[in-house]
């Protein structure tokens, strides 16, 4: 272990310096991966734009169920036309999302916390290696604890299943979790940003913060950024216009889609600022146009 005392501050970002070693892949740091592996990548970040919009709606699987999603049966479907990709667990896959349907799987496969325990980091890896290909997942998410408790064993469930992932050519996503004692701070993300890449993630979920290009430009592999909690609709344009303004890869939104008074109109929104390049300014007056005719 290096010794930490007397250690630097990082700096020296290169913000307005092009990823070096892009070699034509349109995914950020993904130049040497097999084949099997890049197409899985371009079923989540479309070629044309080498953006996502992913709809997360796992929250299930530690809270139970969640406002606008008491139906995933009903709610889904209908949002399923404006995202490239559906992040949720196999059960509700399964269960509740037809096969027939030409989207990216993002599956959940860390599991092991419920809302019922205050602490919620710790996690073991749920799937089976066998189960994401059978499940046809162009990517296993894994959730990780840094500075927490559950840091260590989040850590080995990522590098676990990037080994498992690796011998089918599936990708991992590493997400970056963000609890009740836990720092949201640029410093906090800076880190989890980092060591996930470094474990061999191949994309990174996290939060939009302060020094937000600095964090894209030292993280080698795309990132995709949480919607989070409920925003008024305008705000959360302005978060998905700022993480693509600044670098991201796409976003990852839940509740800010599934929650909204208008969730098809939200979808189409959010893709128009992730795909065809529109401002929060033009999506917000899309979402008030249509949505105004669809009351
Ligand atoms: C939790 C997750 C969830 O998928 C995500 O947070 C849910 O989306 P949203 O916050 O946008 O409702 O990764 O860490």
């Not at 990852?252 to 992730?274: K, L, W």
Request: with cysteine.
């Amino acid at each position: 272990m290096a010794d930490v005392d007397g250690l630097k501050v990082a700096k020296n970002y290169h913000v307005n310096e092009p990823f070096a070693k892009n070699g034509g892949f349109h995914v950020k740091g993904m130049q040497d991966v097999d084949w099997g592996m890049k197409k899985r990548l371009s079923k989540i970040f479309q070629p044309e734009s080498g953006h996502t919009v992913m709809l997360a709606f796992d929250h299930g699987y530690f809270m139970g169920s969640t406002a606008g999603l008491e139906r995933l049966d009903l709610v889904i479907p209908p949002l399923m036309p404006y995202v490239d990709v559906l992040m949720g667990t196999r059960g509700a896959m399964r269960t509740c999302i037809p096969a027939e349907n030409n989207k990216g799987i993002a599956l959940r496969v860390s599991c092991g916390s419920s809302i019922v325990d205050e602490d919620l980091s710790h996690e073991v890896i749920g799937v089976s290696i066998e189960d994401a290909v059978r499940m046809d997942a162009s990517c296993m998410a894994v959730q990780t604890f840094i500075g927490a408790d559950g840091e260590k064993d989040s850590l080995e469930n990522l590098c676990k299943t990037v080994d498992a992932g690796l011998k089918y050519n599936i990708p991992t996503m590493g997400v970056v979790a963000v609890g009740k004692q836990m720092e949201r701070t640029s410093r906090f993300f800076k880190l989890a940003t980092r060591i996930l890449p470094e474990l061999g993630a191949h994309i990174v979920k996290t939060y939009y913060c302060e020094d937000f290009e600095e964090i894209v430009s030292a993280c080698p592999v795309p990132i995709v950024v949480a919607g989070g909690k409920k925003l008024p609709e305008n705000e959360a344009l302005t978060l998905c216009y700022k993480a693509i303004s600044e670098g991201a890869s796409g976003m990852d939104m839940g509740r800010n889609i599934f929650q909204s008074t208008h969730p098809e109109v939200m979808a189409q929104a959010v893709n128009m600022i992730v795909h065809k390049g529109a401002t929060d300014k033009e999506a917000y007056e899309f979402y008030l146009d249509v949505s105004s005719q669809s009351k």
